[in-house]
């Protein structure tokens, strides 16, 4: 691993759409000159011998505390669950206390990103509850501000609480004004940690 400060972009995916906003979030990461660690999630089971491969088969590596630990700043998505993050990022999250007390992530920029079925299906309370162990935390958080013109004029995902996604019944796949204000988040989550680096 680098030394190099980096932005994490951690996120759980089910069907790809959410993913596929953490790889354009990367990209405008990489805009800002920071480097970007894409780090996912394992799934999670009700059955206490379910278990997953220390590694995945396929995709992005799982997050560690040490992702979180070392961070500049961070981004944040999931798709949305009854008008919540999912289980198995949850989880992840719930699991970070021992950084809490220590205070690793105070001042580091975040920023919240999702993905939906359909337009009104809980997308901002959503990224509005993703924020709250973020601010737990000590963490900045950053949003889209309608300086991004394509707030103005998406029909379908985007919102200035976070970048997000509207698959539609039939599975829609992202569309460009999402991933370019995915890409967007990014570049300015990781402007904000250099900034914010500088300051100390």
């Given at each position: 691993m680098?030394?190099?400060?980096?932005?994490?972009?951690?996120?759980?995916?089910?069907?790809?759409?959410?993913r596929r906003l953490a790889e354009a979030v990367a990209?405008?990461?990489?805009?800002?000159g920071l480097?970007?660690?894409v780090r996912t999630v394992p799934a999670v089971s009700s059955h206490c011998e379910a278990t997953e491969p220390a590694i995945p088969d396929e995709g992005h590596l799982y997050a560690e505390?040490?992702?979180?630990?070392?961070?500049?700043?961070?981004?944040?998505?999931?798709?949305?669950?009854?008008g919540n993050m999912a289980a198995p990022l949850k989880y992840f999250i719930d699991g970070s206390a021992g950084l809490w007390m220590t205070g690793a992530m105070i001042g580091k920029?975040?920023?919240?990103?999702?993905?939906?079925a359909s337009l009104h299906g809980g997308?901002?309370?959503?990224?509005?509850?993703?924020?709250?162990?973020?601010?737990?935390?000590?963490m900045v958080i950053a949003g889209l501000?309608?300086?991004?013109a394509a707030l103005n004029s998406t029909t379908t995902g985007g919102t200035p609480y976070g970048a997000s996604h509207v698959s539609g019944q039939q599975g829609r796949?992202?569309?460009?004004?999402?991933?370019?204000?995915?890409?967007?988040?990014?570049?300015?989550?990781?402007?904000l940690a250099k900034k914010l680096d500088q300051a100390e």
């Open positions: 680098s030394d190099e400060p980096f932005v994490l972009i951690l996120y759980y995916s089910r069907n790809g759409a959410t990209r405008g990461v990489a805009l800002s480097e970007a660690r505390d040490a992702d979180l630990r070392g961070c500049s700043g961070l981004v944040m998505g999931s798709p949305t669950r009854f920029p975040a920023a919240v990103f999702t993905s939906s997308q901002e309370t959503t990224l509005l509850t993703m924020m709250l162990p973020l601010l737990h935390h000590g501000p309608y300086s991004e796949d992202v569309d460009e004004t999402e991933l370019a204000l995915a890409k967007a988040l990014g570049e300015r989550v990781g402007r």
